[in-house]
């Protein structure tokens, strides 16, 4: 699925101004790192309420094209340069993860 | 190469003292095959060498409808029916009912010292109120060894050896006992231990200099993965600047990760899924679940960790081209 549409269709707030042309095939939600690390999919969306700059390593590295901070928190400023530069699209949301998870199966990924 | 390493009487005591220890906690549990394949005593001994044949394995246990064990037929059992022309008798009549079994809390040295008395190529492992619950062979105990060897760690004579020189723990391979040369390192990253903020960028960029040269995602992911973590422990546990070292070879490449801080007092506990010491401030970045080194060793084929408190951690992982998925 094209990111672009999963934003779209799930009402999702883009906060990178970087292209959403990507595609899809997987989610993760995870709040602990190294979980993360151990367990997200390659070419995923991953659903978190961590903010701080060491996601975009994670991201990178395991292979999430963006990420979504539910419950309505925000990214650091900082956060958000340096996901333009790594290429990792960031996302914000007031939904809870479970909300969102759902909001995303319903629209076709998964499942 | 190395010197002083000739094995006397005594070294091989303490050696095999070590390995045991590496073992003990291994039971028949961990090592069964749980999906065995079984059938009624009502079936035929033809049956019976048709499933085996089939399945390629060289016993089936008999059960009743509740997973009871009742007895087994082996490969000599089959060749008894075969040459006295029974072999479309039902199983009932055939088989063996007179069973050595083992149960699931047995430990690794139990195990094999019933495979070497009684020489069966298998053996049932029932649980306390005689139900079937799984099957081991000689082959189940040489890949549950083999596992456990894929992390080595230099707790014996030659760490101690390595920690008293300082200078050769970092000089030296710990996986190899070579030098290395770490000026030949293909890939070399500084860690800076001040900045939270660029935990993992090294590992980032090594992930980024391997696509240059392999299009095996899956191995530049599990090298990546697992140099993260150990690059994250350099920042936020070790109070060190430490490095990493990367070498490419088709065929292996090999991650070294040292940092010259805290140390781990106790590598074992570390290693444990869960176990952390992270502080509440960095576990509020999400750090400190206690998976990183689990990662390390579910994502590397080779690795092995020395290090003691106050001593720095060297960290050395090896990856296979066709090692672990
Ligand atoms: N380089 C190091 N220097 C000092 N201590 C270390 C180092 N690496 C690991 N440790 C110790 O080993 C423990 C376990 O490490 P591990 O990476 O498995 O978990 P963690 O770092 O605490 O949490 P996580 O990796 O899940 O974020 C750490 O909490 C720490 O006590
Ligand atoms: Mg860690």
Redesign the interface.
């Not at chain 2, 070294?256 to 506990?269: K, L, M, P, S």
């Given at each position: 699925m094209k990111l672009n549409d999963l934003v779209e269709m799930c009402g999702i707030r883009v906060i990178t101004s970087l292209p959403l042309d990507t595609d899809i095939s997987n989610a993760y939600i995870g709040?602990?790192?190294?979980?993360v690390?151990?367990n997200a999919p390659?070419n995923s969306i991953w659903l978190?309420v961590?903010s701080?700059?060491?996601?975009?390593?994670?991201a990178?590295?395991?292979?999430a094209r963006a990420i979504v901070l539910c419950n309505g928190l925000h990214f650091e400023e900082?956060t958000v340069r340096k996901a333009e530069e790594?290429g990792i699209v960031l996302l914000e949301s007031d939904f809870t993860t479970f909300d969102i998870a759902v909001k995303l199966v319903k629209c076709g990924l998964g499942g | 190469m190395r010197k002083g390493n000739t094995l006397t009487e005594r070294n091989v005591d303490d050696l095999l003292d070590k390995l045991r220890g590496l073992f003990a906690d291994i039971t028949a549990r961990d090592i069964m095959i749980k999906s065995v394949v079984t059938l009624t005593k009502d079936r035929t001994m033809w049956q019976a060498k048709e499933l085996m044949r089939i399945c390629k394995i060289s016993g089936v246990p008999i059960t009743d409808g509740n997973s009871q064990l009742e007895g087994i037929v082996s490969i000599e059992d089959i060749i008894v029916a075969l040459e006295g022309n029974h072999i479309t008798d039902p199983i009932e009549k055939h088989m063996t009912r007179n069973l050595v079994t083992f149960s699931p809390e047995m430990n690794l040295e139990t195990l094999i010292e019933r495979f070497n008395r009684y020489r069966y190529g298998r053996f049932p492992v029932v649980d306390s109120d005689g139900k079937l619950v799984g099957i081991i062979s000689k082959k189940d105990i040489i890949g549950a060894i083999l596992d456990k060897f894929r992390l080595i760690y230099v707790h014996d004579n030659r760490r101690r050896e390595i920690l008293e020189q300082s200078v050769d723990w970092f000089d030296k391979s710990l996986i190899s006992g070579d030098y290395v040369e770490k000026t030949s390192a293909d890939f070399v990253y500084h860690i800076d231990y001040t900045d939270v903020d660029t935990a993992g960028v090294g590992s980032a960029k090594l992930k980024s200099y391997l696509k240059t040269l392999t299009d095996d995602d899956t191995l530049i992911r599990r090298v990546s993965i697992a140099c993260y973590e150990a690059e994250v422990n350099v920042v936020i546990h070790s109070g060190s600047e430490g490095y990493i070292f990367a070498w490419y070879d088709e065929d292996v490449t090999r991650v070294r990760v040292e940092d010259y801080g805290r140390g781990i007092e106790n590598v074992e506990q570390a290693m444990k899924e869960g176990f952390s010491t992270a502080s509440d401030h960095v576990r509020e970045l999400g750090f400190g679940a206690g998976m990183g080194l689990p990662n390390m060793r579910r994502y590397s084929d080779k690795m092995v960790v020395v290090s003691e408190a106050g001593k720095g951690v060297v960290l050395e992982m090896h990856f296979y081209r066709n090692g672990r998925k």
């Amino acid at each position: 699925m094209k990111l672009n549409d999963l934003v779209e269709m799930c009402g999702i707030r883009v906060i990178t101004s970087l292209p959403l042309d990507t595609d899809i095939s997987n989610a993760y939600i995870g709040d602990l790192l190294s979980d993360v690390m151990g367990n997200a999919p390659a070419n995923s969306i991953w659903l978190t309420v961590q903010s701080h700059m060491n996601i975009l390593a994670v991201a990178s590295i395991v292979g999430a094209r963006a990420i979504v901070l539910c419950n309505g928190l925000h990214f650091e400023e900082s956060t958000v340069r340096k996901a333009e530069e790594t290429g990792i699209v960031l996302l914000e949301s007031d939904f809870t993860t479970f909300d969102i998870a759902v909001k995303l199966v319903k629209c076709g990924l998964g499942g | 190469m190395r010197k002083g390493n000739t094995l006397t009487e005594r070294n091989v005591d303490d050696l095999l003292d070590k390995l045991r220890g590496l073992f003990a906690d291994i039971t028949a549990r961990d090592i069964m095959i749980k999906s065995v394949v079984t059938l009624t005593k009502d079936r035929t001994m033809w049956q019976a060498k048709e499933l085996m044949r089939i399945c390629k394995i060289s016993g089936v246990p008999i059960t009743d409808g509740n997973s009871q064990l009742e007895g087994i037929v082996s490969i000599e059992d089959i060749i008894v029916a075969l040459e006295g022309n029974h072999i479309t008798d039902p199983i009932e009549k055939h088989m063996t009912r007179n069973l050595v079994t083992f149960s699931p809390e047995m430990n690794l040295e139990t195990l094999i010292e019933r495979f070497n008395r009684y020489r069966y190529g298998r053996f049932p492992v029932v649980d306390s109120d005689g139900k079937l619950v799984g099957i081991i062979s000689k082959k189940d105990i040489i890949g549950a060894i083999l596992d456990k060897f894929r992390l080595i760690y230099v707790h014996d004579n030659r760490r101690r050896e390595i920690l008293e020189q300082s200078v050769d723990w970092f000089d030296k391979s710990l996986i190899s006992g070579d030098y290395v040369e770490k000026t030949s390192a293909d890939f070399v990253y500084h860690i800076d231990y001040t900045d939270v903020d660029t935990a993992g960028v090294g590992s980032a960029k090594l992930k980024s200099y391997l696509k240059t040269l392999t299009d095996d995602d899956t191995l530049i992911r599990r090298v990546s993965i697992a140099c993260y973590e150990a690059e994250v422990n350099v920042v936020i546990h070790s109070g060190s600047e430490g490095y990493i070292f990367a070498w490419y070879d088709e065929d292996v490449t090999r991650v070294r990760v040292e940092d010259y801080g805290r140390g781990i007092e106790n590598v074992e506990q570390a290693m444990k899924e869960g176990f952390s010491t992270a502080s509440d401030h960095v576990r509020e970045l999400g750090f400190g679940a206690g998976m990183g080194l689990p990662n390390m060793r579910r994502y590397s084929d080779k690795m092995v960790v020395v290090s003691e408190a106050g001593k720095g951690v060297v960290l050395e992982m090896h990856f296979y081209r066709n090692g672990r998925k």
